[in-house]
């Protein structure tokens, strides 16, 4: 069968990849909803399939949402999606396991049980179907949308719930009863495990809740996320190396988790509360084994500037005949040294998010970040050497107005004349790329409770800064 040598053709790639033997068991079918090449691109993902795996007792799968022309060929041969390392159908799995970065990927978890011919909703899944479980940032935020079709949501940072649900799961003998049951003591003793059927919620008229009432004494009132403080684990890095992703034969490692900064629309900056930077003795020493190993290295960070030995480590890499890149940076905390070291790699293009056009509407998003701050950075990058440049854009902030709107045209058109004028002499010029994004508030920020703009608002924005700048090129 194609599906078959294809899953076949991209293990034989990878190098990390786990083939165990079923027998005596318990069996996971860790599911990244979206492709492959961006599955395998999430530190998360990878970081749980190394959890899982290092038990003796469980052997964890990967699947996948089929890209276009597998979609196809599953639905034509009506057969169900089928895991990477063994190929084996979802329902023969005790577990699925959906590993959730985005809402946007929310329907995708529907396609994937549709196409595992598994009835959607949990009421209507009998016993022989495996329990589905999920978790990942986005399941911390809001879980509510996926609460019909997810037996359990493990609430919090991998390392810490999901080891404790699947010890908690061997401890108790829980293969032995029957799914309500399994819940249930789940639900009791494993901190950060929310099972959507013992709860009962009433909405007013408004949509907004009424009440939220547990149906069971020993299920906790309310759902707290667990998280790995202090931060002295092994480090989260890839478990599983491969050409096919964005961040190719690139191992991930992750530097810091969450941020300081306090910016108002940010969920990672409030839902990793409190920052947490790993010690500095813990990452020397695993870098030893990891630069053995590898050549090229992808550093995780929220704002790599915030970690205090940022310019050693790189130096080290490099050192070690090793390459880098960095994830992304304040502008305002870039220093020289950085600069040259990341000269020195192959990462030809630096990221920074302004968020917003004018201070004043930075100083609302708590963006602490003025214009002189973003400009002397270029001038840093441009007097370091050649990098194009990536720049962050939001609209439909809070309080917005199009003078804001069209002080991020006068921003971008200041930035590229500064890197032009301090790239004098140079043969070349880096281009200058923007990503606009849209508000969508999230839960847990201050912005919470702000409406989102409208569709034809943002989409006049949009025309406004496009049209602006489509002549100046970049
Ligand atoms: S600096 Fe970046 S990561 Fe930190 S809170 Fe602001 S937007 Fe979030």
Not at 107 to 127: H, Q
Not at 141 to 154: G, R, T, W
Not at 381 to 409: N, Q, W
Request: with cysteine; proline share 5%; hydrophobic share 40%.
């Amino acid at each position: 069968m194609k599906i078959v040598s294809l899953y076949k053709d991209r293990l034989a790639k990878e190098r990390g990849a786990v083939k165990k033997d079923w027998g005596g068991k318990i069996s996971v079918a860790l599911i990244y909803p979206n492709y492959y090449r961006i599955g395998m691109s999430n530190l998360g993902f990878q970081s749980v399939y190394g959890i899982l795996n290092e038990n003796p007792a469980i052997v964890a799968e990967r699947v996948f949402l089929p890209e276009q022309e597998e979609l196809l060929l599953y639905r034509r041969t009506n057969n169900t999606l089928l895991s990477v390392e063994s190929q084996a159908p979802l329902q023969k799995f005790d577990f699925l396991a959906f590993s959730l970065s985005f809402q946007n990927d929310y329907p995708n978890v529907l396609t994937i049980l549709d196409l595992s011919k598994i009835p959607l909703m949990c009421k209507d899944r009998a016993e022989n179907y495996p329990l589905i479980i999920a978790g990942g940032v986005t399941t911390f935020m809001n879980p509510e949308p996926l609460a019909s079709f997810i037996d359990c949501f493990l609430i919090g940072e991998g390392e810490v719930i999901v080891k404790k649900f699947f010890d908690a799961y061997l401890d108790f003998q829980l293969s032995t009863v029957n799914k309500e049951e399994t819940l249930r003591v789940l639900g009791s003793v494993v901190e950060g495990v929310y099972c959507p059927s013992f709860y009962k919620v009433t909405y007013r008229e408004d949509g907004s809740i009424g009440s939220f009432d547990t149906l069971i004494s020993s299920i906790p009132s309310r759902v707290k996320a667990v998280k790995q403080v202090p931060f002295n684990g092994p480090l989260c890095q890839s478990k599983i190396i491969t050409p096919s992703t964005e961040f190719s034969d690139t191992i991930l490692v992750e530097l810091n988790r969450g941020c300081g900064a306090g910016c108002r629309f940010c969920a990672a900056g409030y839902v990793y509360r409190p920052p947490r930077i790993i010690e500095e003795k813990n990452i020397f020493s695993s870098f030893e084994s990891i630069l053995d190993e590898n050549t090229r290295v992808g550093l995780v960070s929220p704002s790599a500037t915030d970690v205090p030995w940022i310019e050693r480590l790189t130096s080290t890499i490099l050192e070690r005949g090793g390459d880098f890149s960095v994830s992304s940076f304040r502008a305002d905390s870039l220093t020289t040294d950085l600069l040259k070291n990341i000269k020195k790699s192959s990462q030809k293009t630096l990221t920074f998010a302004p968020e917003a056009g004018s201070e004043r509407l930075r100083m609302v998003i708590n963006k602490k970040l003025t214009t002189e701050e973003i400009l002397e950075a270029i001038i840093r990058i441009a007097r370091t050497g050649f990098f194009h440049i990536k720049l962050y854009f939001i609209i439909g902030l809070p309080t917005e107005t199009r003078e804001d709107v069209k002080d991020i045209i006068g921003l971008v058109k200041s930035i590229r004349h500064h890197l032009i004028k301090e790239s004098k002499g140079r043969k070349r010029i880096g281009r200058i790329r923007l990503s606009i994004n849209c508000l969508v508030p999230k839960p847990f920020t201050p912005f919470q409770w702000f409406p989102m703009d409208t569709v034809d608002s943002l989409k006049e924005k949009q025309k406004i800064i496009k049209g602006a700048l489509s002549d100046v090129g970049g």
